[in-house]
């Protein structure tokens, strides 16, 4: 086989080995019955906290093997395919290591960060499968410099066809080349929609004006339509563009720093534990 | 009494060094140069371009000093030692005819003076002179026929002239930050690369650049006063729709260079075949076939500063009747030393001597190119049983036996069953032809003498001797059929065969006969692949490829003497040619022959049966090949559907290979979200190989072509890849960063962060030609593809990936 996902990595080896997690958790928390009730503090509880602990110090080891290209250890895809999996099974693993007690306290915080962070991880799978194939369709074989460079030629072609048509005419002309945005801040970004579009406007106000021209301009006054049609579409698909990379990028910023915040959470969780003792 | 005893046509290394001795040893002599400067070919260097003194082995014998350096320093050093030797130079003096021979030479210059001498020495180098417009203001100074950096110009509407891929690279470029017009004599580019042919109508279609077609340049003028836009003059272009005039700031003119070989040939001097890199076949004294007229330099096949510059004084030395030891004796000696040692210490021309009577094939070399021949290659004495190289092995390099004997295993799943060849014989020439993989595992024999020839020497060789040529594609036609259709058909049953047997070339894209078409004969593939494609529903639809070592025209066996399908070649594309009847009667006679036929007969409906029911695959297989799949060997593809443009991959490429990414993701094609990024394919036959004058460009065991460090940064592959993948970089050995100070501070470079800022403050940095190299010395392969975090990057083979199956499964 030369080509498969992360999902299917090695044949789904990540998938079963946090199967066999899953279980394996699921039976000895189902057999054992400690006196006071499951927790944290008995035998299994122990287990399973350093077993998790040890899986969240995995997880995070991902960013760091990310970044050493130099590593001939295993491929950065089955270490994604073993980050999404254990990641899932961590679930399960917290869950039973806390016997299901929670409450206001510091563990808790740090089970709720963990929460946070795989739930962030979850949505950034649905982005990584749904995304880059709309951005394909998307781009027809463009990129998005080439769609800003045919843009700013639109621009010249739009004035070129106003230059004999009213200054108002001009004016929005202007403000389309000088104003349209593309991107802009990260809500704007994430939307997908060019936001008061000045070449949307400029159309309209061509659109609007074009009944009150005189006849001698009908010509170029269609002709500049044209262009700001087209221009438009190329805004709408620039933008959503900018669309699709934002929602493959944004939910990294959650999940990294929390994964950190999640980290000295879990210290602090352990080292009270010790204190208790 | 002739004008001067000695003339040098071209100022280049080896005529300048010539002149410069022979000024030294107080001859009569002249040296005539077109331009108004030394050197030309050195002087269009780029800027402050590092020059290297390849091979450094090789001792400098010359008047004029030359040690690595930059191009002005060099430039320099010359201009004085030249003046200070009393050179005698003649600027601006363009030679065109030169008639005559030994004691009685007449040279006529562009102007129309006519100079005599008994002997000449060209040196006009390989470069040619740059085409001019020809018209009225071509030479104003808005007018330029070359350009270094086209960000230099900012805010211009310039005008660029030409349909080659200098002229689009340029216009492209351009384009940041000027207007641009082109200007094209014909109605499309089909003459340039494919990317550039691509990137140039997109630039079209989207008005990033306006073109005018089937434009002639009728005339330029400067204004007297710059227009209130700023353009200083104007270009006035005959167009189908008659005269139009474009204002403009600047006309760049890439109209191409006059190859010298025309030039040359009207001076009476013979090419040995008309392939663009035979050398003319001169003597040991660098005499041509006109006594009296010597070569030197780049023209004479020598493509180096230094040994153009040591030709130059040896020429003279030649010319004198002094007969100097050439230069490079001193490298043949070190090379021959092992085996003189043990053989009575036999003298580099015993050596010589001896080789040219074990080894026919190379008896038709002349001991200039043999010299040279042997200078490139190595002189290897492998104890009894070493391997020489494996089957499947992806080196190219001949082998030519001296002496003793080498053992070929036959059979992969036989490692016993051998033949032996001996004294006399040569090996290799199957990789070297069709650029695949060795096809046989060789052992040495006893007492085993070998001649290891890279492949830039031997093909050199087999298009300047056409004896060479002639008998090294006779073996590869015998042991083709052998390989792949008869292999137990007995060699004088072949050999009737292979009399009516030619070879034919293809054109990317032509084709070899048409579904339907009347015919025969067989086509072996040799070099390159094809594509066979079949009309459903009206549609041409292709059903498979076929990489070298294949053959088509199968079912003429049977009697069928219509085709059966269309068949095209994917890439240029050389075929061995049987006649139907010949190849009947072979089948006819060994049934061997007819069953195997049979076999892939059989296989190939199977193929079709599928392909039909899938035209997807089809369409892919199409798509692929017109990106130049079809000759790789090795390619990146990207699935779309999977990439989530993290840039992880360029990132991992340019941390690994000092801060310099020798992939761009995001450009190149996408069909059905395969995407091919501009990245190398690591081609059968690498035409980045052609012209790189130190031979750096090699390819490893495993199919890796790479650049070596003894690139000298000339540019020459960059221009040949057809598929853009080459870079010209800083390289600084330097390029560090650290994971640790940038996760825990944000100090200094991330990882994968390509800051060439930082590259260009290392003084020892140097400008060379960067490529993937497979990351060949990296344990667990491509850092691309193990960085890639989703599996979307991944390397395939062409010819198993472009399979029905494979296909299916993608
Ligand atoms: C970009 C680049 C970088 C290179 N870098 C290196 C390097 O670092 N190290 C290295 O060793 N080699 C390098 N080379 C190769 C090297 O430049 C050539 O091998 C070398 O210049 C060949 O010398 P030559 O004397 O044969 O001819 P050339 O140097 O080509 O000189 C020919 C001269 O003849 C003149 N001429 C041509 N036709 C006529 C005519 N009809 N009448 C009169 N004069 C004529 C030309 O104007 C020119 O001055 C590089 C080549 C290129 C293109
Ligand atoms: C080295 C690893 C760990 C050790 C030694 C450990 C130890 C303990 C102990 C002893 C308790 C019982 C405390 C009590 O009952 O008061 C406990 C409870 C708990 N632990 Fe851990 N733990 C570890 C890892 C984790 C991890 C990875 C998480 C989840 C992110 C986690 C979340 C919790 C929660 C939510 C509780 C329940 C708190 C409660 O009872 O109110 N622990 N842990
Ligand atoms: C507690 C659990 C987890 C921790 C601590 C954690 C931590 C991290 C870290 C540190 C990174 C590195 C990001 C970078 O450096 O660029 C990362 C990346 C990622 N994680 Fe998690 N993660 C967890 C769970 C999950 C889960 C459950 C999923 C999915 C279901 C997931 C999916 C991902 C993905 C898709 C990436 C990005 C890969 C890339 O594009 O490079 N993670 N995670
Ligand atoms: S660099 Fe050479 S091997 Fe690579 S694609 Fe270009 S021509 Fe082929
Ligand atoms: S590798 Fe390329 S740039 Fe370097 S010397 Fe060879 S042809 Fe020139």
Same mark, same amino acid.
């Given at each position: 086989?030369?080509?498969?996902?992360?999902?299917?990595?090695?044949?789904?080896?990540?998938?079963? %080995?946090?199967?066999?997690?899953?279980?394996?958790?699921?039976?000895?928390?189902?057999?054992?019955?400690?006196?006071?009730?499951?927790?944290?503090?008995?035998?299994?509880?122990?287990?399973?906290?350093?077993?998790?602990?040890?899986?969240?110090?995995?997880?995070?080891?991902?960013?760091?093997?990310?970044?050493?290209?130099?590593?001939?250890?295993?491929?950065?895809?089955?270490?994604?395919?073993?980050?999404?999996?254990?990641? %899932?099974?961590?679930?399960?693993?917290?869950? %039973?290591?806390?016997?299901?007690?929670?409450?206001?306290?510091?563990?808790?915080?740090?089970?709720?960060?963990?929460?946070?962070?795989?739930?962030?991880?979850?949505?950034?799978?649905?982005?990584?499968?749904?995304?880059?194939? %709309?951005?394909?369709?998307?781009?027809?074989?463009?990129?998005?410099?080439?769609?800003?460079?045919?843009?700013?030629?639109?621009?010249?072609?739009?004035?070129?066809?106003?230059?004999?048509?009213?200054?108002?005419?001009?004016?929005?002309?202007?403000?389309?080349?000088?104003?349209?945005?593309?991107?802009?801040?990260?809500?704007?970004?994430?939307?997908?929609?060019?936001?008061?579009?000045?070449?949307?406007?400029?159309?309209?106000?061509?659109?609007?004006?074009?009944?009150?021209?005189?006849?001698?301009?009908?010509?170029?006054?269609?002709?500049?339509?044209?262009?700001?049609?087209?221009?438009?579409?190329?805004?709408?698909?620039?933008?959503?563009?900018?669309?699709?990379?934002?929602?493959?990028?944004?939910?990294?910023?959650?999940?990294?720093?929390?994964?950190?915040?999640?980290?000295?959470?879990?210290?602090?969780?352990?080292?009270?534990?010790?204190?208790?003792? | 009494?002739?004008?001067?005893?000695?003339?040098?046509?071209?100022?280049?290394?080896?005529?300048?060094?010539?002149?410069?001795?022979?000024?030294?040893?107080?001859?009569?002599?002249?040296?005539?140069?077109?331009?108004?400067?030394?050197?030309?070919?050195?002087?269009?260097?780029?800027?402050?371009?590092?020059?290297?003194?390849?091979?450094?082995?090789?001792?400098?014998?010359?008047?004029?000093?030359?040690?690595?350096?930059?191009?002005?320093?060099?430039?320099?050093?010359?201009?004085?030692?030249?003046?200070?030797?009393?050179?005698?130079?003649?600027?601006?003096?363009?030679?065109?005819?030169?008639?005559?021979?030994?004691?009685?030479?007449?040279?006529?210059?562009?102007?129309?003076?006519?100079?005599?001498?008994?002997?000449? *020495?060209?040196?006009?180098?390989?470069?040619?002179?740059?085409?001019?417009?020809?018209?009225?203001?071509?030479?104003?100074?808005?007018?330029?026929?070359?350009?270094?950096?086209?960000?230099?110009?900012?805010?211009?509407?310039?005008? *660029?002239?030409?349909?080659?891929?200098?002229?689009?690279?340029?216009?492209?470029?351009?384009?940041?930050?000027?207007?641009?017009?082109?200007?094209?004599?014909?109605? #499309?580019?089909?003459?340039?690369?494919?990317?550039?042919?691509?990137?140039?109508?997109?630039?079209?279609?989207?008005?990033?650049?306006?073109?005018?077609?089937?434009?002639?340049?009728?005339?330029?003028?400067?204004?007297?006063?710059?227009?209130?836009?700023?353009?200083?003059?104007?270009?006035?272009?005959?167009?189908?729709?008659?005269?139009?005039?474009?204002? @403009?700031?600047?006309?760049?003119?890439?109209?191409?260079?006059?190859?010298?070989?025309?030039?040359?040939?009207?001076?009476?001097?013979?090419?040995?075949?008309?392939?663009?890199?035979?050398?003319?076949?001169?003597?040991?004294?660098?005499?041509?076939?006109?006594?009296?007229?010597?070569?030197?330099?780049?023209?004479?096949?020598?493509?180096?500063?230094?040994?153009?510059?040591?030709?130059?004084?040896? *020429?003279?030395?030649?010319?004198?009747?002094?007969?100097?030891?050439?230069?490079?004796?001193?490298?043949?000696?070190?090379?021959?030393?092992?085996?003189?040692?043990?053989?009575?210490?036999?003298? *580099?021309?015993?050596?010589?001597?001896?080789?040219?009577?074990?080894?026919?094939?190379?008896?038709?070399?002349?001991?200039?190119?043999?010299?040279?021949?042997?200078?490139?290659?190595?002189?290897?004495?492998?104890?009894?049983?070493?391997?020489?190289?494996?089957?499947? !092995?992806?080196?190219?390099?001949?082998?030519?036996?001296?002496?003793?004997?080498?053992?070929?295993?036959?059979?992969?799943?036989?490692?016993?069953?051998?033949?032996?060849?001996?004294?006399?014989?040569?090996?290799?020439?199957?990789?070297?032809?069709?650029?695949?993989?060795?096809?046989?595992?060789?052992?040495?024999?006893?007492?085993?003498?070998?001649?290891?020839?890279?492949?830039?020497?031997?093909?050199?060789?087999?298009?300047?001797?056409?004896?060479?040529?002639?008998?090294?594609?006779?073996?590869?036609?015998?042991?083709?059929?052998?390989?792949?259709?008869?292999?137990?058909?007995?060699?004088?049953?072949?050999?009737?065969?292979?009399?009516?047997?030619?070879?034919?070339?293809?054109?990317?894209?032509?084709?070899?006969?048409?579904?339907?078409?009347?015919?025969?004969?067989?086509?072996?593939?040799?070099?390159?692949?094809?594509?066979?494609?079949?009309?459903?529903?009206?549609?041409?639809?292709?059903?498979?490829?076929?990489?070298?070592?294949?053959?088509?025209?199968?079912?003429?066996?049977?009697?069928?003497?219509?085709?059966?399908?269309?068949?095209?070649?994917?890439?240029?594309?050389?075929?061995?040619?049987?006649?139907?009847?010949?190849?009947?009667?072979?089948?006819?006679? !060994?049934?061997?022959?007819?069953?195997?036929?049979?076999?892939?007969?059989?296989?190939?409906?199977?193929?079709?049966?599928?392909?039909?029911?899938?035209?997807?695959?089809?369409?892919?297989?199409?798509?692929?090949?017109?990106?130049?799949?079809?000759?790789?060997?090795?390619?990146?593809?990207?699935?779309?559907?999977?990439?989530?443009?993290?840039?992880?991959?360029?990132?991992?490429?340019?941390?690994?290979?000092?801060?310099?990414?020798?992939?761009?993701?995001?450009?190149?094609?996408?069909?059905?979200?395969?995407?091919?990024?501009?990245?190398?394919?690591?081609?059968?036959?690498?035409?980045?190989?052609?012209?790189?004058?130190?031979?750096?460009?090699?390819?490893?065991?495993?199919? #890796?072509?790479?650049?070596?460090?003894?690139?000298?940064?000339?540019?020459?592959?960059?221009?040949?890849?057809?598929?853009?993948?080459?870079?010209?970089?800083?390289?600084?050995?330097?390029?560090?960063?650290?994971?640790?100070?940038?996760?825990?501070?944000?100090?200094?470079?991330?990882?994968?962060?390509?800051?060439?800022?930082?590259?260009?403050?290392?003084?020892?940095?140097?400008?060379?030609?960067?490529?993937?190299?497979?990351?060949?010395?990296?344990?667990?392969?491509?850092? @691309?593809?193990?960085?890639?975090?989703?599996?979307?990057?991944?390397?395939?083979?062409?010819?198993?990936?472009?399979?029905?199956?494979?296909?299916?499964?993608?």
């Amino acid at each position: 086989m030369m080509h498969q996902s992360l999902f299917v990595y090695s044949g789904y080896r990540y998938f079963k %080995l946090s199967m066999l997690l899953i279980i394996a958790s699921v039976v000895a928390y189902a057999i054992h019955a400690p006196v006071d009730g499951p927790n944290g503090g008995t035998w299994l509880g122990y287990t399973l906290g350093g077993l998790g602990a040890f899986l969240i110090l995995l997880l995070m080891w991902f960013g760091i093997r990310k970044r050493s290209y130099k590593s001939s250890m295993g491929k950065v895809e089955g270490w994604l395919s073993a980050h999404v999996y254990l990641g %899932l099974a961590l679930i399960v693993i917290a869950t %039973l290591h806390a016997g299901f007690q929670v409450g206001w306290n510091l563990h808790t915080l740090a089970y709720v960060l963990m929460f946070i962070v795989i739930f962030s991880g979850i949505f950034g799978v649905y982005a990584y499968l749904r995304y880059p194939e %709309l951005m394909t369709k998307n781009r027809r074989g463009n990129t998005l410099e080439l769609m800003l460079i045919e843009m700013s030629e639109l621009d010249r072609e739009c004035r070129e066809a106003a230059s004999q048509l009213t200054d108002e005419i001009n004016k929005c002309i202007l403000e389309s080349s000088e104003k349209t945005k593309i991107g802009g801040s990260i809500r704007q970004q994430l939307s997908g929609r060019p936001q008061n579009c000045a070449t949307q406007a400029a159309f309209n106000k061509v659109t609007e004006l074009n009944k009150s021209l005189p006849k001698e301009m009908a010509d170029d006054a269609s002709r500049l339509m044209t262009l700001l049609g087209k221009k438009c579409e190329l805004v709408q698909r620039a933008c959503r563009d900018v669309q699709y990379k934002a929602m493959m990028d944004i939910w990294l910023y959650f999940h990294v720093p929390l994964s950190f915040a999640l980290l000295a959470a879990l210290i602090a969780h352990v080292v009270s534990i010790f204190f208790y003792w | 009494m002739a004008d001067f005893k000695i003339a040098i046509v071209g100022s280049g290394p080896g005529g300048m060094s010539a002149a410069a001795h022979a000024a030294e040893l107080g001859i009569s002599h002249v040296l005539l140069e077109s331009t108004d400067h030394l050197s030309d070919t050195i002087y269009k260097y780029q800027k402050g371009k590092h020059v290297m003194d390849e091979p450094q082995v090789l001792p400098l014998r010359s008047p004029l000093d030359f040690v690595a350096g930059t191009r002005e320093h060099i430039l320099e050093v010359w201009n004085t030692q030249v003046a200070g030797h009393n050179t005698n130079v003649k600027y601006n003096t363009e030679v065109t005819e030169i008639s005559g021979s030994k004691g009685d030479f007449t040279i006529k210059t562009k102007s129309g003076e006519t100079i005599t001498a008994e002997f000449v *020495v060209m040196g006009i180098g390989l470069q040619g002179n740059l085409r001019k417009l020809g018209v009225e203001g071509e030479d104003l100074d808005m007018v330029q026929y070359q350009l270094d950096d086209p960000d230099e110009y900012a805010d211009e509407t310039i005008v *660029v002239i030409g349909a080659g891929d200098a002229a689009i690279e340029n216009a492209l470029a351009l384009t940041k930050q000027n207007t641009v017009i082109i200007v094209n004599r014909k109605d #499309e580019f089909s003459r340039a690369k494919q990317g550039n042919e691509d990137g140039i109508n997109k630039a079209i279609d989207t008005n990033v650049i306006e073109p005018y077609y089937n434009s002639n340049t009728v005339r330029v003028e400067q204004f007297d006063t710059p227009l209130g836009s700023g353009e200083i003059g104007k270009i006035v272009l005959a167009t189908k729709n008659g005269e139009a005039e474009v204002n @403009c700031h600047r006309i760049i003119a890439r109209l191409g260079a006059i190859a010298p070989r025309r030039f040359v040939q009207s001076c009476g001097i013979e090419f040995p075949s008309d392939d663009p890199a035979a050398v003319p076949a001169l003597t040991n004294q660098y005499e041509s076939n006109v006594s009296g007229l010597y070569i030197v330099g780049a023209l004479a096949g020598y493509p180096l500063i230094k040994s153009a510059m040591n030709q130059g004084y040896e *020429v003279i030395e030649f010319i004198e009747g002094n007969d100097v030891e050439p230069a490079d004796e001193p490298l043949l000696k070190e090379k021959f030393r092992k085996f003189s040692a043990r053989n009575k210490n036999m003298s *580099v021309n015993d050596v010589l001597d001896m080789i040219t009577t074990n080894v026919p094939l190379l008896s038709g070399l002349t001991t200039l190119q043999l010299r040279e021949f042997m200078i490139d290659s190595d002189m290897r004495t492998p104890a009894e049983g070493e391997i020489i190289f494996e089957r499947n !092995d992806f080196t190219n390099t001949f082998y030519s036996i001296v002496s003793g004997e080498v053992q070929v295993q036959i059979n992969p799943k036989d490692p016993s069953q051998r033949i032996s060849l001996s004294k006399g014989a040569f090996f290799g020439e199957m990789s070297l032809i069709s650029g695949h993989r060795r096809s046989a595992t060789i052992l040495a024999g006893r007492n085993c003498v070998l001649i290891e020839t890279p492949r830039r020497s031997m093909n050199k060789t087999i298009s300047s001797v056409e004896s060479v040529k002639r008998v090294i594609d006779e073996a590869f036609l015998m042991r083709a059929l052998q390989a792949k259709i008869a292999p137990n058909t007995p060699v004088e049953k072949l050999q009737s065969v292979i009399s009516t047997a030619t070879l034919k070339s293809f054109k990317a894209g032509e084709v070899l006969f048409n579904e339907g078409d009347e015919g025969d004969s067989l086509h072996l593939v040799r070099v390159g692949s094809l594509t066979v494609s079949k009309t459903v529903g009206g549609k041409e639809v292709v059903l498979s490829y076929l990489p070298a070592g294949n053959y088509v025209g199968e079912m003429a066996l049977f009697g069928d003497s219509h085709r059966s399908a269309t068949i095209r070649a994917a890439v240029a594309t050389e075929t061995i040619c049987l006649d139907g009847d010949a190849f009947r009667k072979l089948a006819d006679e !060994d049934d061997d022959v007819r069953k195997r036929v049979q076999e892939v007969i059989d296989s190939r409906k199977q193929v079709n049966v599928q392909m039909e029911d899938n035209s997807d695959s089809g369409t892919i297989i199409s798509f692929l090949v017109e990106q130049g799949l079809g000759e790789a060997t090795d390619v990146l593809l990207i699935d779309e559907s999977l990439c989530v443009r993290c840039d992880n991959c360029e990132k991992a490429c340019a941390e690994t290979h000092y801060g310099t990414s020798r992939l761009d993701r995001e450009a190149g094609p996408t069909f059905a979200s395969i995407h091919v990024p501009t990245s190398c394919r690591h081609c059968e036959h690498p035409h980045c190989m052609q012209d790189c004058p130190p031979d750096a460009i090699h390819r490893a065991e495993n199919g #890796e072509v790479y650049i070596a460090n003894n690139c000298i940064g000339c540019g020459n592959c960059q221009r040949n890849c057809p598929y853009g993948v080459i870079q010209m970089a800083m390289v600084s050995k330097k390029h560090k960063s650290s994971l640790v100070s940038w996760l825990l501070t944000g100090a200094g470079l991330a990882p994968g962060d390509c800051n060439l800022k930082k590259a260009k403050q290392d003084p020892d940095a140097k400008k060379m030609a960067v490529k993937c190299d497979m990351c060949k010395d990296m344990p667990g392969g491509p850092s @691309c593809v193990r960085a890639c975090p989703t599996g979307a990057a991944i390397r395939v083979n062409p010819s198993e990936f472009m399979s029905v199956t494979n296909l299916e499964n993608y």
